[in-house]
């Protein structure tokens, strides 16, 4: 494994009369090469368990270990856990602050200590992997650049740092849905070329169906469920016991399911069109017509 949380439990303000216990008790384990989502109803704990998957915030109890490095031992080597595990937050464009779409990409491999032709084309790569023209762009502001755009570029900051493990918080969440598909399409991309790790945080079923493999369901700072994506797609009042509402997808394939028609939920509307066309058009008797 790479990431490894066991019993990990955290409170905001603890011991004040206005605390908050975000995490009790989760356990999980992420390997390499996986593609995991992070699903639950808001105030579940899920930004809180990403931001201890990169240190940057420490477990009160329990432990996270990456890549065998505990990040509560006292000297933990946290800036380079960091850079191995790469968190984009929620709105990302907001934390923006270059004159230039370079200057931000490069910000982060500036300060690792990279200069010159290697910074250059550690930035170009990061660019180029998200879909940026890299001579078009370069040089604007990313200011003025569309909402889909900016958050690419945000995704190419960290890149730039060459991490194992991607994590995303709400990554489409405002984007339109050319944007959306346009991301959702670079990121498996970067699963299939470079063999990324990737961790989602999203209430988007469309997009946690695109991307991830293995679902991880926190239902008020506690894990209530993990494992493969079909087997947590399977069950209509499932998902909406822990606040998750099916896609238009998955409501089309329950309908037939109350109908009679024993229809696997689909991933995509591929799967769904050849569910229709196997299990319920095969089952529709020809019309008689009397002359």
Same mark, same amino acid.
């Given at each position: ?14 011991? +004040? ?5 975000? =995490? ?15 699903? &639950?109803?808001? &105030?579940? &704990?899920?930004? +809180? ?8 915030? %420490? ?5 996270? /270990? ?38 931000? %990409? ?9 200069? &010159? ?7 170009? !790569? ?39 493990? =991607?994590?995303?918080?709400?990554? +489409? ?7 959306? +598909? ?11 070329? !470079?063999?990324?790790?990737? %961790? ?7 997009? /946690? ?7 991880? /369901? =926190? ?62 058009? /095969? ?9």
């Amino acid at each position: 494994m790479f990431i490894l949380v066991e019993n990990v439990s955290f409170t905001y303000l603890a011991n +004040t009369p206005f605390a908050v216990q975000a =995490l009790q008790g989760v356990s999980l384990t992420i390997s390499r090469g996986e593609s995991v989502a992070i699903l &639950g109803r808001t &105030g579940c &704990g899920k930004s +809180t368990l990403v931001q201890h998957l990169n240190g940057l915030l %420490v477990p009160q109890e329990g432990r996270v /270990v990456v890549d065998g490095v505990d990040t509560r031992v006292r000297g933990a080597a946290l800036k380079e856990i960091r850079q191995k595990v790469g968190l984009v937050f929620q709105y990302p464009e907001d934390q923006m602050f270059e004159e230039t779409v370079f200057r931000e %990409v490069a910000f982060a491999p500036r300060n690792m200590g990279v200069e &010159g032709e290697e910074l250059e084309a550690r930035v170009r !790569w990061a660019m180029e992997a998200v879909g940026l023209n890299y001579e078009a762009l370069k040089d604007k502001s990313p200011f003025e650049l569309s909402g889909g755009q900016m958050r690419r570029v945000a995704i190419a900051s960290i890149l730039s740092m060459k991490p194992e493990v =991607l994590v995303l918080d709400e990554p +489409t969440a405002g984007l339109d849905p050319q944007g959306r +598909t346009a991301l959702l399409e670079r990121l498996q991309d970067l699963r299939r070329q !470079w063999g990324l790790t990737v %961790v989602l945080v999203s209430h988007n079923v469309e997009d /946690v169906a695109r991307i991830a493999e293995r679902v991880v /369901v =926190l239902e008020r700072g506690r894990v209530a469920f993990d494992g493969p994506v079909r087997e947590f797609f399977a069950y209509e009042h499932r998902m909406r016991q822990y606040g998750i509402i099916p896609s238009p997808l998955l409501r089309a394939a329950f309908l037939l399911r109350a109908r009679g028609f024993e229809v696997d939920p689909p991933l995509t509307p591929l799967e769904l069109y050849r569910e229709i066309e196997e299990k319920v058009l /095969v089952r529709r008797k020809p019309c008689s017509v009397e002359v």
